[in-house]
């Protein structure tokens, strides 16, 4: 069995990438001294939030699609656009972080990937199942 590590590392890149958002949030609810389970009344602790929600919104959609991609168009390829996804999500919470309206870089960057991996896995599936 050729096992894709490459993209076991990536997915873990990832989780890290999302545990980091978490923990910016704790940070963002210390400064704005708004305690949980309160998600309201500072403007960077809800931007930090929206950061937070909207990459874990995302990432069972990115994981499936990586890790099918990996299994039908190999290990390298998958594991460079999940690069590129964790880029996206990085540009995107720091652009979200500092103003709304910075975040949409980020997130065209980590849409675009997803969609590659997975069409890119569907459309291989399909012609496998089509023989």
Request: overall charge positive.
């Amino acid at each position: 069995m050729n096992v894709p590590h490459l993209t076991a590392v990536v997915t873990l890149l990832a989780l890290l990438a999302y545990v980091w958002m978490g923990a910016r949030v704790g940070g963002a609810r210390r400064t704005s001294g708004i305690a949980a389970p309160a998600m309201s009344g500072d403007p960077t602790l809800e931007r930090y939030l929206r950061v937070q929600g909207n990459t874990l919104e995302w990432l069972p959609v990115f994981l499936v699609s990586l890790w099918l991609f990996a299994l039908y168009w190999g290990d390298l390829i998958a594991a460079g656009l999940g690069v590129v996804w964790i880029v996206g999500r990085v540009l995107y919470a720091l652009g979200y972080s500092a103003a709304a309206e910075k975040r949409e870089l980020g997130f065209v960057v980590q849409m675009i990937a997803t969609a590659v991996l997975l069409f890119g896995a569907l459309g291989k599936a399909v012609l496998v199942l089509l023989g």
